[in-house]
DNA sequence: CGCTAAGCAGTATTTTATATACATGTTAAA
DNA sequence: TTTAACATGTATATAAAATACTGCTTAGCG
């Protein structure tokens, strides 16, 4: 049972960007950061953008800014908005041809078991995720913290 | 996030062993009945088979019995046995290499999280996804019900 | 005794989802 | 008008999972 990738990079690039706060982070910067491809995580990042979660700036001394507070990105939204696949066995997707699924409650069960799963994440946000570290964290990313 | 199919044909399997009652089941009679890879499944059966799910017996007129009373059988227990990689994202994985793990809180909310769900696993057995729709369940897998 | 139907085990191949790379376009500041 | 940024679409590569293949072992039956 795995999340993919693309929820996790999306989950650094809001830790990245809370963490520098009002100055804009460039796209390359984050990829550098922490290793990862730039391509990948420019899809990442247009679909944070269209979704609302960060503002992106094109041009020169362009970059990417959070537009909402970290207190208010819920890491349950967060999931089930880049996370596109959520049915977890073969009967809660598309196409299932499970013969035995008229008769079986596996659906339900897998089901509860969900949105308890989310549930839980529903409880926290991007402000949780840093907790009172957040100059260890600009540390290992590297970000240049601001004088404010 | 998916379960593996490996998980979702033990399930199948259990289900099936447990309409059957005490009647041997053969390997091949269940991947006929779902439709599915014959040699997967056998990997599965030995699977359950080593740890003390179902038990298996060799030879002309051989087959497959549930171990257990499918009372007995926890679904969250087979979930974290079958399923072998329950990290979510790559800080709870082996060879993890993401720079801001030592301070990001993502590890201890996703287990969290992860928890929960198995936790309403747990709460429902083999027995709770026959319900009592057993007959039902045998016409579907086309299970010639044995007078009793 | 040996044939046959079943499970056992290891390896190899195929498939699929995901991730990555590439190529080109658009925007806006300097 | 150049340059540094994001935008978009397509193609390729990678890795995990599923499936197939090959040969072995066990045990009932005639």
Known sequence: M???RYTDYALRVLIFLAVKGDERATIHEIAESF???RNHLMKVVQDLSHRGYITTIRGKHGGLLLSRAPEE???GGL???TEHELGLVECLRDGNDC???PACRLKPIFNEALEAFLAVLDRYTLADMLGPRQPQLA???QIA???A
Do not use: K, N, Q, Y
Request: charged share 15%.
């Open 2 to 4: 795995h999340l993919t």
């Open 35 to 37: 290793g990862v491809s």
């Open 73 to 75: 990105i819920s890491l």
């Open 79 to 81: 999931v089930r908005d």
């Open 99 to 101: 013969i035995i699924t």
């Open 139 to 141: 540390r290992l990313m």
């Open 145 to 147: 913290i601001s004088p």
